[in-house]
């Protein structure tokens, strides 16, 4: 219980320091002027990037943890041997 609320709480200080810098710094009306100049072909190939780098990143870690999986059995042979 104690972890969900510091998961929580880590959640919504992120998302205030977040909306401070966002709203406040550099402001709403930035984003607006550069929402309106925006090609959108560059938006699109960085969200299929991104999703590709997850991807990625997954077949990573299943890889880490298969070999991980795999290890002590590689150490048996070896000690049979």
């Known amino acids: 219980m104690k972890n969900k609320i510091l998961n929580i709480a880590a959640i ?4 205030a320091i977040f909306i401070y810098f966002f709203l406040y710094k550099n402001g709403l009306h930035q984003l607006v002027s550069v ?3 925006i090609n959108i072909s560059w938006i699109i190939a960085a969200i299929a990037l991104m999703f590709i ?3 990625l990143a ?3 870690c299943l ?3 298969e070999h991980l999986l795999m290890l002590p059995r590689r150490l048996e ?3 049979a041997c």
């Open 58 to 60: 997954a077949v990573n």
């Open 12 to 15: 919504i200080i992120s998302l």
């Open 53 to 55: 780098y997850w991807a």
């Open 77 to 79: 042979r070896l000690d």
């Open 35 to 37: 929402l309106k100049v």
């Open 63 to 65: 890889l880490c943890w």
